[in-house]
């Protein structure tokens, strides 16, 4: 169980384009759920937290209107990466949260290669 | 904030010997303890978790331990196998269904045949 899966699994777009990224809970519901990039050879920085059916929360020099979240459904998070230029390269993985408040586990998904020409 | 020092960066260990990695977290309030494993071009895997009430956890080949007075925690992985080879990651986090996990820098283990 708790299984979460991206769409796509990579994309090669051209500069300037918008790409839009899908994260599903598969086999549970997920009231929270979070994005992150990682850049070769280092660790996973959180980008927001998304939480159904309301506004995500950016960390601290995240351009909310560059990188767009909604949580339509208790199973499905969308990130749009708009107007994307070469230095958006990088390895888009998100995560959601399954549990209980006392014993919740984030689970992640298997991540989505993003490429800028 | 939260901040997760992770070490080695690197680690490489005969096939069969233990392999050990350490972690130390800066917010006393922490208290859940996920240990991830990431595999080249694929998503982190949970691999065990420890909440702050207890002080080792087990999981076959795997353990992991929790001082919370020296806020560090560590992953124990005993026989390694080839398959172990991965970069794995430590993380700490409040706990709840709404906080964010902090993540260490990753260490990069390699089992040597």
């Known amino acids: 169980g708790a299984v979460v899966s991206q769409h796509p699994s990579r994309v090669i777009c051209k500069s300037g384009t918008s790409v839009k990224i899908e994260c599903r809970s598969l086999?549970?519901?997920?009231?929270?759920m979070f994005w992150y990039r990682q850049f070769p050879k280092q660790s996973l920085m959180l980008m927001a937290t998304s939480n159904e059916g309301s506004k995500a929360t950016y960390e601290q020099g995240v351009e909310k209107d560059k990188f767009l979240i909604n949580h339509a459904s208790l199973t499905l998070s969308t990130l749009t990466v708009t107007s994307a230029h070469p230095e958006d390269s990088s390895f888009y993985i998100c995560s959601a949260v399954s549990g209980t408040a006392s014993t919740d586990t984030q689970y992640f998904g298997p991540g989505t290669r993003l490429t800028v020409l | 904030g939260e901040n997760v020092e992770q070490h080695p960066s690197t680690l490489s260990v005969q096939e069969g010997d233990s392999a050990v990695i350490k972690c130390t977290y800066s917010d006393s309030a922490s208290n859940y303890f996920p240990w991830y494993k990431q595999e080249l071009g694929k998503g982190p895997q949970l691999i065990i978790d420890i909440r702050s009430n207890v002080g080792e956890k087990k999981d076959q080949r795997i353990a992991v331990t929790l001082n919370k007075t020296a806020k560090h925690f560590s992953l124990h992985i005993t026989e390694t196998q080839p398959e172990d080879s991965a970069v794995y990651f430590c993380?700490?986090?409040?706990?709840?269904?709404?906080?964010?996990?902090?993540f260490g820098s990753g260490t990069r283990l390699s089992i040597r045949p």
């Open positions: 993380a700490a986090s409040k706990g709840s269904s709404a906080s964010k996990i902090i």
């Open positions: 086999d549970f519901q997920a009231t929270t």
